[in-house]
């Protein structure tokens, strides 16, 4: 019958392990956060290159469509774009980019409605416009930015996850 004598190497490398498992939520938080830092540099991108239109622009219609959006939802999309903070759940570790706030869109002062607001949810409007609407036309930009840049984020994890692995097993 074969013997295996376990000796101090074994008890090191269960400690060194142990220690990782410790460290777990650390290690995915500075492996996860700089690759979702990566997708939202490329959403803000794609913000800039969204189309603008005039103050006093047409609005769409169900037979004409519009494919802008004003300088004021602009610039409340590129403000509001952010990355949420790290929530573990069922053994995933998860952190979302996407839009929270108000821009300073001022509605049509010839509306005299009691809900109309002098600002819009910034995340209304990356769905009007990601999604389209009755009188705005699909014009996706955060889904094409997280495909372009899935391969980069996802090396980027794995490089950060290995440097930090490296670390913690001296």
Request: hydrophobic share 35%; proline share 2%; charged share 30%.
């Amino acid at each position: 019958m074969a013997k295996w004598i376990v000796g101090d190497g074994c008890d090191k490398y269960v400690a060194q392990l142990e220690k990782l498992n410790a460290d777990a939520a650390q290690i995915i938080g500075e492996a996860i956060y700089p690759a979702a830092g990566i997708v939202t540099d490329q959403i803000k991108a794609n913000i800039q290159n969204l189309k603008v239109s005039g103050r006093n622009s047409r609005r769409g219609t169900q037979a004409d469509p519009i494919d802008t959006i004003t300088s004021a939802q602009k610039q409340g999309l590129i403000d509001g774009l952010g990355i949420s903070k790290m929530k573990e759940s069922d053994g995933f570790v998860n952190v979302k980019v996407g839009e929270d706030g108000y821009n300073s869109q001022i509605s049509d002062k010839n509306v005299k409605a009691a809900w109309t607001s002098k600002r819009q949810a910034n995340a209304m409007i990356a769905r009007a416009v990601e999604s389209g609407t009755s009188f705005r036309k699909k014009t996706p930009f955060i889904e094409p930015a997280v495909r372009k840049t899935r391969k980069e984020a996802e090396q980027a994890m794995e490089e950060e996850l290995d440097k930090q692995i490296a670390e913690r097993m001296k």
